[in-house]
């Protein structure tokens, strides 16, 4: 593999990482029962096309489509989709950057990010690219990780670099940049009880790369608890042309 090929250090944390059984093999807090909820919030109608962004094995893709969703999936990773994709030829799965979506402008009634929004490296971009395939009544569907006091993100930010807990977002930061991008929030909802069972059933290499297990577990503890890291759920709605 060449280093162009080389997945960046966002996609590679996750092929290391089990899913765990607990969270029906997600990689994300709240597993298919967070999922239900997204669906909900979203007002999803029968019919409506759903991308899985950062999809990872693609289980998600799997519960909406048992749901009736025409859904399907994009990640970077062939390792995390190569299972599903051995497993049925018709699996919906496409391997690629969120960065260059290989889909049409305006096709589609949802996008979903499931902790991969803010793994992204390119934030901005992405956003651009969600915006495009989104129809004008679209819907941006996240749950991901934040801080509920953002000014100590810097401390976690110094102790575990590279991490999963590095990337939590601060609310206003994202609703900023969701504005700027053409979205509206419709609705947020803290799920801080998900990101607890997940910490208690996950390999926490999720949460917290294996570069920096050298450190002082007390000293992360006690930064995440100040942070008062949590997991949220939020819809944000494709503004219309008026930017309303
Ligand atoms: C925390 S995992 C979440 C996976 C999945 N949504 C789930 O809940 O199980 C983040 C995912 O984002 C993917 N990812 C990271 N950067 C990406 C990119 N630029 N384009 C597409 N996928 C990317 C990773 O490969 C990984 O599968």
Known sequence: MTTAQMPPASVSLYEKTTCSPMMGGT????????????????SLGPGDHVLDL??????????????????????????????????????????GDALHLPIQTSSLEAVICECSLSV?????GVLIE????????GVLILTD?????????????????NSCLANAFAQKELWDILQRSGFSLAVWEDH????SAFCAGADLNTLINPENLSLDPFDLVLAVSRAKISYF?????KKKRNGK
């Open 233 to 237: 759920l939020c819809v944000a709605q």
């Open 145 to 161: 990780l934040y801080a509920r006091v953002p000014d100590q993100l810097s401390e976690i930010r110094r102790l575990v670099p």
């Open 120 to 124: 992204f490296q390119d934030l901005s």
């Open 192 to 195: 801080a009880e998900a990101l």
């Open 27 to 42: 990689l994300h807090p709240g597993g298919s029962e967070l999922t239900r909820r997204a669906v909900e919030l979203g």
């Open 130 to 137: 969600i915006h495009r395939v989104l129809q004008q009544t």
């Open 54 to 95: 950062g999809c990872g094995t693609g289980r998600t893709v799997r519960y909406l489509r048992g749901l009736g969703y025409p859904a399907f999936g994009l990640d970077f990773s062939r390792t995390l989709l190569q299972p599903e994709l051995a497993n049925s030829r018709t699996f919906p799965g496409i391997q």
